[in-house]
């Protein structure tokens, strides 16, 4: 099978050139460096010639201007795989697409998106979470004067190789016309997890807890970043990839915590939050998410919030218990 990958030298493309160029198929890597330019049309006719798949995972600026790029070489891409009677386009976007329009990328992306979605090609897009090399960037894009301002939001970052691979499946295999997610295997609180690898990396800026702080150009809310369910989750964790210094573990020592944190922040998002009180818990609600540094108290304010959380839900719904199980309830 000829595969054509468009961004085919950058992080994730490079990879994808490789893993499917692996497994036997004709893979040709386009990018302006390779003669080929999406924006300007520039060598996309040759090197689409006999191609059976188009796999775009090419990159704009974070810009302003995001949207007219995307669009305008989505537009010239589509067009050219039509000529080329190409069977399957894949393009990789973003998780959160859709759900905050205020962002220029955002809507860019959602732009992108909808060409693909009505242009009559088999398609499938792949939303993935942010990848784990990307993340120093973030903290660089959210600095200001030696602050970097991060609300406190779930995030699930991703392996790039856990993303190639999951892209390099879906490339390989039919169309599914649809929208498939990749994450990575844990949630993190963002504004935590980028504290402690500042600090593991002796890293002078201070992180600022900033509820309303901009991500590329928009406001977050507590999910807005996070998969969803049917997601295909990687199996790299953060901490264990080979230059990671500090990250991955939120809250130091104490990250079955932060886990049972998430646990009792997911099943509240589920539950009727409102019917919880002081009585349910045992404990005052200033003390039901307080400092992990504190760790009994810390630890039996969760186990009784989830324990109230579960109490409301009892006869409700099924639940899962795995995460709470996999540590040992006592
Ligand atoms: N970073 C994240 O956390 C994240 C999360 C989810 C999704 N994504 C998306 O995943 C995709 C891949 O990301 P990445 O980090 O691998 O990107 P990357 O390393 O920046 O690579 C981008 C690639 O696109 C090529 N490119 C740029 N302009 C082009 C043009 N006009 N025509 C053809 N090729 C062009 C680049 O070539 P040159 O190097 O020659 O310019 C490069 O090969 C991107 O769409 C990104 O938005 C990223």
Redesign the pocket.
Known sequence: MKVVV????????SKLVSRLGGHGHEVVA????TG????TGAGLADALTGADVVVD????PFSGDAAELFET?TRNLLAAEAVARVGHHVA???VGTGQSPQSGYFRARSAQEKLIENSGMPYSIVR????HE?LPRMADSATDDGAVRLAPVLFQPVAGDDVTEAVGRISAGAPVNGIVEVAGPEQFRMDRFFRDLLAARNDPRTVVTDPHASYFGTSLGERTLLPGPNAILGTTHYRDRPDRTGGGNPTGDHAFLHELELTVRAELAEAEAGRLDEAATGLPIEQWLSDPAETQLYEAGLRGLLGAVEAVEEDSRPRDKDLWNRHGRR
Do not use: Y
């Not at 468009?6 to 493309?13: K, P, S, V």
């Not at 386009?30 to 460096?33: G, K, S």
């Open positions: 468009i961004g085919g030298t950058g992080l994730i493309g386009a990018a302006p460096d080929v330019d999406t924006l995972v090419s990159s704009t070489s990789l976007s973003v993935a979470t942010q990848f990307f």
